[in-house]
C-alpha cells in the first residue's frame, strides 16, 4: 500500500492498481490476494474453509430470529443489530464441544442452559434496553407466552424519554427450527396506554403458542408515542422503542 499525492483526486482501479481515499489520505494497492479456487481446494486454507462455513450458518441463525419478529423488527431496531446478533450466536456455537470445528452448530449450543442464557435478554435496539426502560415486576408463562404485570402503573414502571405521551405493549413467541430454518410466530394483540399513574391489569397473549420442533423464543415490544391533535405518532422514529428477547426454552 502506497500513499498517493498528486493533484488529480481518483478513486477507482486502474491498470490493476486501486486508489481509494480514507481520512488519512488517498491511497493506493495492486490487485492481489489469493484465488478462491485455491482457498477452496489447498489444504493450507483448511482453517478458512471450516470459519467460512461456520460464519455462514451463525449469519443463517441469525437471520432467521430477526425474521421471527416479524412486523416487530422493523419498529425496534438499531444500525448494528445484524452484527451484535451474529456475534453473539457465535459465542453460543462454541459451546458445541460435540461436533468438528467447521461443522458446530447454534441450536447445540442452545440445547445447553448456558446457550440459551446467552439469547436471553438480547435487546434489538442498543440505544433503548429493556432492563432500563421497564421497571416492572412481570411474570412469563411459557405454557401460554403470556406477559403480566398486575398492577401495571406506567408512569413508575416505565423510563419513558422526554415527548411521550403514550405506549405500546405488545408480545410474540416463536417456535425456530435451526435446523431447516423454519419459524412459527404468533402475536399478541396491541395494549395502549396513556403514561400516566393510573393502574393497569396488564397481560399480553399471543394467539397460541406454535408447536413442533425446535426452540422458543419469547419477545416483548415497547413502543413509545406522542399524541398530537388528537392522533397518536412514533416518537422520533421509533428511536426509543424497545425489543427484547424475554425467554428461551428448548
Do not use: C, W
Not at 127 to 151: C, E, H, I, M, W
Amino acid at each position: 500500500m502506497a500513499k498517493f499525492d498528486g493533484i488529480f483526486e481518483i478513486q477507482g482501479t486502474l491498470k490493476g492498481m486501486t486508489f481509494y481515499k480514507t481520512k488519512n489520505g488517498s491511497f493506493i494497492r495492486t490487485k492481489g490476494g489469493v484465488s478462491k479456487e485455491r482457498i477452496m481446494n489447498d489444504p493450507a486454507f483448511v482453517r478458512t474453509r471450516e470459519n467460512g462455513t461456520e460464519f455462514k450458518h451463525v449469519a443463517q441463525s441469525g437471520q432467521l430470529i430477526r425474521k421471527s419478529t416479524g412486523k416487530f423488527y422493523k419498529l425496534a431496531k438499531d444500525s448494528k443489530v445484524v452484527s451484535r446478533l451474529v456475534s453473539l450466536l457465535s459465542q453460543v456455537k462454541k459451546l458445541d464441544s460435540s461436533a468438528a470445528r467447521g461443522e458446530r452448530l447454534v441450536s447445540t449450543g442452545l440445547a445447553l442452559p448456558e446457550g440459551r442464557a446467552l439469547l436471553k435478554g438480547f435487546d434489538f435496539n442498543q440505544k433503548s434496553v429493556f432492563n432500563y426502560v421497564f421497571r416492572g415486576n412481570y411474570q412469563l408463562d411459557n405454557a401460554t407466552g403470556t406477559f403480566s404485570v398486575d398492577p401495571f402503573v406506567p408512569m413508575d414502571d416505565l423510563y419513558y424519554p422526554e415527548g411521550a405521551t403514550h405506549v405500546r405493549l405488545s408480545n410474540a413467541v416463536s417456535r425456530l427450527d435451526f435446523s431447516t430454518g423454519a419459524f412459527q410466530s404468533s402475536f399478541s394483540t396491541v395494549s395502549e396506554l396513556a403514561l400516566d399513574d393510573t393502574p393497569t391489569s396488564l397481560s399480553l397473549v399471543p394467539s397460541s403458542v406454535p408447536a413442533g420442533d425446535g426452540f422458543l423464543v419469547f419477545y416483548i415490544l415497547i413502543e413509545f408515542l406522542q399524541e398530537i391533535n388528537g392522533g397518536l405518532y412514533p416518537l422520533k422514529n421509533h428511536a426509543f422503542n424497545v425489543l427484547h428477547v424475554v425467554d428461551v426454552v428448548a
